[in-house]
C-alpha cells in the first residue's frame, strides 16, 4: 500500500495516536498467528494503561474542535475515507482471509459493505436534523417560548469491535461517530487488529485531524476494564460477546451504551411453508463464515409433520459446503482459534451423549471443524441454548407453533428469529410474540440492509444500531428555549 501515514514496519505494526503511528514504550507486542495455518501474520502494540490515557487524552482534546467542522466537510471526510477503502479493498480483504480465516469473497464483500455503509452514514449525516416546539401546546404557556433542540456530540466514543467483522463492525461505530462530531478511541478486537488497523490508515490517509481517531491495541483483558471506565470516554459502541457486555456495562458507570451481543437465532418453520427455500435460507444462514455471525440461523424449530421432509432437502444443501482454506473461498474455513472449536467439540459432544441424531458432520482437523446437524435437539441439551459459534446446527421438532414460540422465547437471548410460512397473518402473529429485535419473514437471519435497525434484546444487547440509529445514538438532544416578551 503506498500510503502517507506509515503504520507498520516490516510485520510490526503502529499504533494512531494523535496523529502518529506510535510503539509501546513498553516495546512490548501481541503476535497475530493466522487461524488457517498458524503462520505470524504481524504483531501489534501491546499498549499500557498509561498509555491508554494519552489515547483518551488526545481525542478528548481534538474533539473541541472537531465538533465545530461543518457536518458536510465532515461527511465529506467519511467520503473519501470510503473512496480510499474501496481502492485498497483487494489489500484489506487479503489481511481479513489471512487475519480472520474469512473466505476471499465474503471478505471483500465485508469490505465493500463497509464502503457504502461509510457513504451512506457521510449522507445520512447531514439529514439527521433538530427540532422546534412551541409551548402553547402544552396548557398554561400560551405561545411565551420556543425551545429550539439541535443534536450534538457526546464527546469520545469508544469502539469496540469483535473478531467476526473486524472492518465492517469498526467502521460501524467510527463513521457515525465521526460523522456526528464526535471524536474516537478505536479499540479493534486483538485477532483481526490488523485488518482494523487497515481502516484506521484509511482515514489518517483521507486526511482526519490529529487525535479524531486514535487506535489503540492491546488484549482486552489488559486494557479493556480500564478503558470502558475512564472518565474521558463519553460513550461507549461495543460489539461481542454477552459476557463482557454484560461485564462493561456494570463498571462504565453512567455513560451511554450501546451493546450489540451474542444471540441464537431460532428459524421456525410452519408446515405450510415452501420448504426448497426455506433449506437455502437455513443452510446459508447457519454456516456462512463457518456460523461465526452474531445473527447466524442457531437453531431450526420445525413442525414434526414436515421435519423428515426438511432434512432430506437440506442435508445435501449441506453436504455441497466446500470445506478448506479461505483463499480458496471455501464455505467452512477453520475456526478463529483452537480454543473456540474445542468449545463446539464441547456441545456436540453434549448433544451426542444426550442421544441427539447426529445427521452430518463430527468431524475435526484442528481448528476447522466440518458442518454438523443434529436432529431430535431437545431442551435438556446446551445445544438448544448456548451460542457454538461455529458450523453446528441443531434441529428441534415441536408439535405447533406455540411451542415453537416458547422455546425460542426462553432463551436468554433475544437478537433475531425467522418464521418460514406461505400464511402471511400467521407470521404477523407469531412475530408480535417473538422476544427478538428483528424477526425476518420468510428470510435468514442477518443484519443488513445495514441502514435497517439493527436490535439485540435480553442478553442480546442495548440500543439500536443501524445508520441513522447509530448518529443518533451517538449524539443527544439540546435545547435553547427563547422566552418570548
Ligand atoms: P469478545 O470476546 O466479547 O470480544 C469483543 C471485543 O471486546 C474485542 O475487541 C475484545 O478484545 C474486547 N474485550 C475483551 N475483554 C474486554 C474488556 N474487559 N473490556 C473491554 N473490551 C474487552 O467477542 P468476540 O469473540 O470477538 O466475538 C464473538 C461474539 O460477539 C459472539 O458472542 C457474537 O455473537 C458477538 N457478536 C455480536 C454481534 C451483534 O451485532 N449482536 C456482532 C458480532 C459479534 P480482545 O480481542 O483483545 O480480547
Ligand atoms: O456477527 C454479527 C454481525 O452483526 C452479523 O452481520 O448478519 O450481516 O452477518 P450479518
Known amino acids: 500500500m503506498d500510503f502517507k501515514c506509515i503504520f507498520k514496519e516490516g510485520k510490526v505494526y503502529k499504533a494512531l495516536l494523535n496523529g502518529e503511528w506510535v510503539e509501546s514504550k513498553s516495546a512490548k507486542t501481541e503476535s497475530i498467528f493466522s487461524p488457517v495455518d498458524g503462520a505470524l501474520v504481524g504483531k501489534v502494540q501491546a499498549m499500557t494503561k498509561e498509555e491508554a490515557d494519552l489515547f483518551v487524552k488526545s481525542a478528548s482534546n481534538a474533539q473541541k474542535k472537531w465538533a465545530t467542522v461543518p457536518v458536510n466537510e465532515r461527511a465529506d471526510l467519511v467520503h473519501k475515507a470510503a473512496d480510499i477503502l474501496y481502492k485498497e479493498k483487494e489489500i484489506v480483504a487479503d489481511i481479513l482471509v489471512e487475519e480472520i480465516a474469512k473466505n476471499k469473497k465474503s471478505s471483500l464483500s465485508e469490505v465493500t459493505r463497509t464502503v457504502d455503509f461509510m457513504h451512506f452514514t457521510a449522507e445520512e449525516g447531514k439529514r439527521v436534523v ?3 416546539l412551541s409551548s402553547d401546546a402544552f396548557p398554561g404557556f400560551g405561545k411565551g417560548k420556543v425551545s429550539i433542540v439541535s443534536r450534538v456530540p457526546l464527546g469520545v466514543v469508544l469502539a469496540i469491535s469483535p473478531f467476526n467483522y473486524p472492518v465492517n463492525l469498526s467502521a460501524s461505530k467510527i463513521a457515525p461517530a465521526l460523522v456526528a462530531g464526535n471524536a474516537v478511541v478505536f479499540k479493534p478486537p ?3 487488529s490488523i485488518s482494523g488497523l487497515y481502516l484506521a490508515q484509511v482515514f489518517c490517509e483521507a486526511g482526519l485531524p490529529a487525535g479524531v481517531l486514535n487506535a489503540i491495541t492491546g488484549q482486552g483483558r489488559d486494557i479493556g476494564d480500564y478503558l470502558v471506565s475512564h472518565s474521558g470516554i463519553n460513550m461507549i459502541a461495543f460489539t461481542g460477546s454477552s459476557k463482557v457486555g454484560k461485564h462493561i456495562s456494570k463498571i462504565a458507570g453512567m455513560i451511554p451504551l450501546l ?6 437465532d431460532a428459524a421456525i418453520v410452519l408446515e405450510d411453508a415452501d420448504l426448497e427455500s426455506t433449506s437455502k435460507e437455513i ?23 414436515v421435519a423428515d421432509k426438511l432434512i432430506e432437502i437440506l442435508i445435501p444443501m449441506v453436504k455441497k459446503l466446500k470445506v478448506g482454506r479461505p483463499k480458496d473461498d471455501a464455505d467452512i474455513t477453520p475456526l478463529i482459534s483452537t480454543s473456540a472449536a474445542d468449545y463446539v467439540q464441547e456441545l456436540i459432544d453434549d448433544a451426542i451423549n444426550k442421544k441427539a441424531k447426529l445427521l452430518i458432520g463430527n468431524k475435526r482437523e484442528k481448528n476447522l471443524i466440518y458442518p454438523t446437524v443434529f436432529d431430535n435437539v431437545s431442551v435438556d441439551m446446551r445445544l438448544a441454548w448456548e451460542e457454538p459459534f461455529g458450523p453446528v446446527l441443531p434441529i428441534m421438532r415441536v408439535k405447533n407453533e406455540g411451542e415453537a414460540i416458547k422455546i425460542a422465547n426462553d432463551s436468554e437471548y433475544g437478537l ?6 406461505r400464511n402471511i397473518d400467521r407470521a404477523f402473529e407469531i412475530s408480535s410474540q417473538l422476544e427478538v429485535g428483528t424477526v425476518q419473514i420468510n428470510s435468514k437471519t442477518e443484519r443488513g440492509p445495514d441502514h435497517f435497525p439493527f436490535i439485540g434484546v435480553k442478553s442480546s444487547g442495548m440500543g439500536t444500531q443501524g445508520i441513522r440509529y447509530s448518529i443518533e445514538a451517538m449524539s443527544r438532544s439540546k435545547a435553547v428555549v427563547i422566552n418570548l416578551k
Open 259 to 264: 451493546l450489540e451481543l451474542g444471540g441464537k
Open 130 to 132: 433538530g427540532e422546534s
Open 190 to 192: 486483538t485477532q483481526g
Open 283 to 305: 443452510v446459508s444462514g447457519a454456516f456462512s463464515y463457518s456460523g461465526q455471525r452474531c445473527t447466524a440461523v442457531k437453531r431450526v424449530l420445525v413442525q414434526d409433520s
Open 416 to 421: 433475531q428469529s425467522s418464521v418460514f410460512t
